[in-house]
């Protein structure tokens, strides 16, 4: 008898393999550096799966630190993954130069499902497309609607209005903005760079610097140092010594009104706000038109050696489907899907960032396409006098002074 079980319990595992087989006809691996998003592209592969049932994806995330160092001796080895997610702009251009992606500038996914300025973080310098655009995220200032209402505050139009409306906070007694400065790069990252968008002129404006049409030390970036300035007064006292989490959480008791913030961290912020809230775009000054940065956070290229590139390119159209796209915003809340398919999100929070782009003109961080190939970086540049103009130990005009001549290795491209 206990042999008999263990004959049938044999051929049962026997059979489930062959119903696996059948079931799935072909394995593709995805590699990743988010590893807290296991359950969440499970969702998403099992929506792939109602329309491509032959198709096994496995989702296999690598700890985020290692990702870059661990993928890249995978592929030179010859056993990294079918698909993989690819870094924007500088390090996902090196794996392609090294030959590791896939060519995929005609993949007719990409053609037809993505706009030219979604493909510019995978878009190599002699034009080929090496990544499908997966999630891009948002900038926006996350508000309590309920100190907005008991104040008389509604929501800022200009910067004028978002100024006036700190001003009455703090005579209420109430910590208008919560950001502080000593994780340094989010007051660039999230606070300056949408000043920056509105100041320059968004795209546009942007590649006018990169081109050597206009100075690192010109008016709208004087401007924007201004405008970051104008905050100082009403950031949480010790603002120097108060780090990202920290703001966050000062924001999330209700101390402070306001936060500069990503819409990546919706589900941490819907998850522990117990009070109304929600979200607007950093507003433009009066009389400017608005722009909002959209910032490109990840792609998927293919594996230019692996052996199931036709499983990998069905796999990576149906992403770029209105049904990939709607599983990839409302399962990746507060990354958002790039392609043009227009879809309507399940969280209201994400379609409150997602609107931020209706009607307004959308760019990148200001550094990240050129300016920050020599040294020092405008990156750092940009990181270090923000900071310093909040500290008071700059002007505006010396840190566009400083980012002017700090840039003077860079050399402008057409």
Do not use: C
């Amino acid at each position: 008898m206990r042999i008999s079980r263990i004959v049938s319990r044999a051929l049962m595992g026997l059979g489930l393999l062959i119903l696996t087989s059948v079931a799935f006809g072909q394995n593709i691996t995805l590699g990743s550096w988010r590893t807290d998003d296991v359950a969440k592209w499970a969702n998403i592969i099992a929506a792939f799966n109602k329309a491509n049932p032959n198709i096994a994806v496995k989702f296999d995330p690598t700890n985020p630190p290692d990702y870059n160092a661990t993928l890249r001796l995978q592929l030179e080895n010859g056993n990294g993954p079918d698909l993989y997610f690819s870094r924007s702009f500088g390090v996902g251009k090196e794996l392609f130069t090294a030959g590791f992606d896939l060519d995929l500038s005609d993949f007719p996914a990409i053609k037809q499902a993505f706009a030219p300025g979604s493909l510019l973080a995978w878009t190599a310098d002699n034009g080929k497309v090496f990544a499908q655009p997966l999630g891009a995220v948002s900038h926006g200032i996350y508000f309590n609607k309920d100190l907005f209402a008991k104040n008389g505050i509604a929501v800022p139009k200009t910067w004028e209005d978002l100024i006036a409306a700190a001003k009455k906070l703090k005579a209420a007694g109430i910590t208008p903005f919560a950001n502080g400065i000593a994780d340094q790069w989010d007051i660039y990252e999230i606070v300056l760079s949408g000043i920056l968008a509105n100041n320059t002129g968004g795209a546009a404006g942007r590649l006018a610097y990169e081109a050597g049409k206009r100075p690192f030390n010109d008016a709208a970036i004087v401007s924007s140092f201004t405008q970051l300035k104008d905050l100082a007064p009403y950031l949480p006292k010790g603002f120097e010594a108060m780090t990202y989490t920290d703001a966050e959480n000062l924001f999330k008791l209700g101390t402070a009104a306001m936060l500069f913030d990503g819409s990546w961290e919706l589900p941490d912020i819907q998850a522990n706000v117990s009070f109304g809230w929600s979200a607007f775009a950093i507003p433009p000054p009066a009389g400017k038109p608005g722009f909002v940065v959209f910032f490109p956070d990840s792609a998927i290229a293919i594996n230019a050696k692996s052996k199931n590139i036709p499983a990998a390119k069905t796999f990576l159209t149906w992403l770029s489907s209105p049904a990939g796209a709607k599983a990839i915003g409302d399962n990746l809340v507060g990354f958002f899907p790039m392609s043009k398919a227009a879809v309507k999100l399940d969280n209201e929070y994400a379609n409150t960032f997602l609107g931020f782009n209706k009607g307004t003109g959308q760019d990148i961080r200001f550094t990240w396409s050129k300016l920050d190939a020599g040294k020092p970086t405008a990156y750092s540049l940009l990181v270090d006098n923000a900071n310093n103009v909040l500290k008071g130990t700059v002007t505006p005009k010396q840190a566009a002074d400083n980012l002017a001549t700090g840039l003077a290795w860079y050399k402008p491209s057409m």
